[in-house]
């Protein structure tokens, strides 16, 4: 009889992304990395988290990729869309959402008001 083998938990496998280009680029970019000090693998890692974390200037940057090379399944309205919808969410959180300044002076209230915590 066969061991059953368990399953890895999600996430914790490694996968490798692949793709080609020309090796003109791809020594223009080991050249830009090491003027910035970045390892490849650093590089790709905090693109991939800037776009997964939908980061503003990462998205910008797709958006107009996909605008640029007809690339992508959206119109540019949709785009345009989607564009303000995250802007209006952005500002709704800063209205709401404390910043680590504001967190900082609060504590500092409680501190003073109570000295023994």
Partial sequence: MAKSMK???YGTMNKKVI???TDKRFADLKIRLQHDGISQAQFFRGIVTGYLMQDGDILSYVNKLKASKNIGNRSKKSIKQEKELINSGK???DKLALGEDEIENIFDILEK????L
């Fill in 19 to 21: 793709f080609y280009d």
């Fill in 7 to 9: 399953e890895p938990k």
């Fill in 91 to 93: 500002e709704a959180l």
């Fill in 113 to 116: 008001q109570n000295p023994d």
